[in-house]
């Protein structure tokens, strides 16, 4: 499968920004999915995943409340609404798919596909 995120771009703090993810290939829906992020001199970070059914969802604590993420099965898309942004959340922003058959990973080294990344830049 391959990836393409996209959705990125500068902000202001508070803002709501909304990446998108799609895949082509083999369809999503037969992933675990997941986003992370990683910052400059900063290690790549989980930040939220669903199961490949859609019925379950979890995100890291730091974007608890804040983010959603959410997935398309029509349009083989995968979405994270960034709402509350922070100038903490600036960073490249990466999806990635699991070919795991059950549950979700926050663990970048599980994931099987990933896509180029989109920068989000959020200023104070």
């Known amino acids: 499968v391959q990836l393409q995120a996209s959705g990125g771009g500068v902000v202001q703090a508070g803002d709501t920004l909304t990446l998108s993810c799609a895949a082509s290939?083999?369809?999503?829906?037969?992933?675990?999915m997941g986003w992370f992020r990683q910052a400059p001199a900063k290690e790549r970070e989980f930040v939220a995943g669903?199961?490949?059914?859609?019925?379950?969802?979890t995100y890291a604590d730091s974007v608890k409340g804040r983010f959603t993420i959410s997935g398309d099965n029509a349009k083989n898309t995968v979405y994270l609404q960034m709402n509350s942004l922070k100038p903490e959340d600036t960073a490249v922003y990466y999806c990635?798919?699991?070919?795991?058959?059950?549950?979700?990973?926050?663990?970048?080294?599980?994931?099987?596909?990933w896509g180029q990344g989109t920068q989000v830049t959020v200023s104070s």
């Open positions: 990635a798919a699991d070919e795991l058959p059950w549950g979700i990973s926050r663990l970048a080294r599980n994931y099987d596909y």
């Open positions: 669903i199961s490949r059914n859609g019925d379950s969802t």
């Open positions: 290939g083999r369809t999503f829906s037969t992933y675990a």
